[in-house]
């Protein structure tokens, strides 16, 4: 079974190693996504409609909103990886234009080649998320310099200067009234005619426009907003699981797990066990 070894959060986003010998479903996060192998079997991640190899030698590298999946092989070894789910903003504090980091286009490529220098720096950075550092003063540190040199090998960031950060803006203004009515109700199930009618279209026209304006469905738009307030929730406040899972609209707190499992890997109660807050209070225990 999947674990969290470590995972630490705050306002850089996320910094993860998991254990994985299960698969994720296709699912996406507002991040800029960068998976490199800490140890363990070579493995691969669909990104887009292709499978992408990661290996001692490659990154992963998926763009905010992009949806991907771990395509991990039944009966395949164990592999370790580093996840980096990183806030365009904390990269914007570097350098401003690093704020496209959420953006379509942040990564032209799915996969690359790791220099010598990225691979050491990930080792390092691995290495941090396992130190007892209750500031994490040096796994930050770690963080912001493999973060440098990811951007500086992989990133086509000089090309989208001015690009605006966060979420993808819709430029119809249809989707944007169904974007805001599905923020407005994460707590019930999600139920496209809902969407659509909140929006003024059609089922198929929204899901036309949506992917159109946004390249995502609206389905899966919803299971992020979704998924980062479970995340959140898990690791900041002292609700429990099944309070968390009735105020986000799941009819079981059973569902609730799966649902997270199935998108991070690990159970919401195994997330909040290894998670550490590095800007505020440490997690509460469920």
Not at 161 to 175: E, K, L, N, Q, W
Not at 178 to 196: D, K, P, S, Y
Not at 231 to 243: G, Q
Request: net charge positive; proline share 5%; hydrophobic share 45%.
């Amino acid at each position: 079974m999947s674990k969290a070894m470590r995972i630490h959060q705050g306002a850089f986003g996320r910094v993860a190693l998991l254990d994985m010998d299960n698969a994720l479903i296709h699912h996406a996060h507002p991040h800029c996504h960068v998976l490199i192998k800490a140890s363990g079997a070579d493995t691969q991640f669909a990104v887009g409609e292709k499978l992408w190899p990661l290996r001692d030698d490659t990154a992963v590298l998926v763009n905010g909103w992009e949806a991907h999946s771990y395509a991990h092989r039944p009966g395949a070894p164990r592999t370790v990886i580093l996840a980096l789910y990183i806030e365009p903003r904390w990269l914007g504090a570097m350098q401003r234009e690093f704020t496209a980091s959420g953006n379509p286009g942040f990564f032209p490529q799915s996969c690359g080649e790791l220099s010598p220098q990225i691979r050491r720096l990930a080792d390092r950075m691995a290495a941090e998320l396992l130190y007892d550092d209750p500031s994490g003063e040096r796994m930050e540190q770690a963080l912001f310099d493999l973060m440098i040199a990811i951007i500086d090998r992989f990133s086509d960031w000089r090309t989208l200067s001015g690009v605006r950060a966060g979420m993808p803006v819709a430029s119809d203004f249809r989707i944007r009234q169904a974007v805001r009515f599905m923020r407005q109700t994460l707590g019930e199930e999600f139920e496209a005619n809902r969407v659509a009618a909140a929006a003024g279209l059609s089922r198929a026209h929204m899901f036309r426009l949506f992917q159109q304006t946004l390249a995502i469905t609206p389905a899966l738009y919803f299971n992020v907003l979704r998924m980062e307030a479970a995340i959140d929730a898990m690791a900041a406040s002292r609700e429990s699981a099944t309070e968390i899972s009735g105020r986000l609209g799941f009819s079981a707190p059973s569902h609730f797990s799966r649902f997270f499992k199935n998108h991070q890997g690990v159970t919401p109660t195994e997330y909040r066990r290894v998670v550490t807050l590095l800007d505020g209070e440490k997690a509460g225990r469920a």
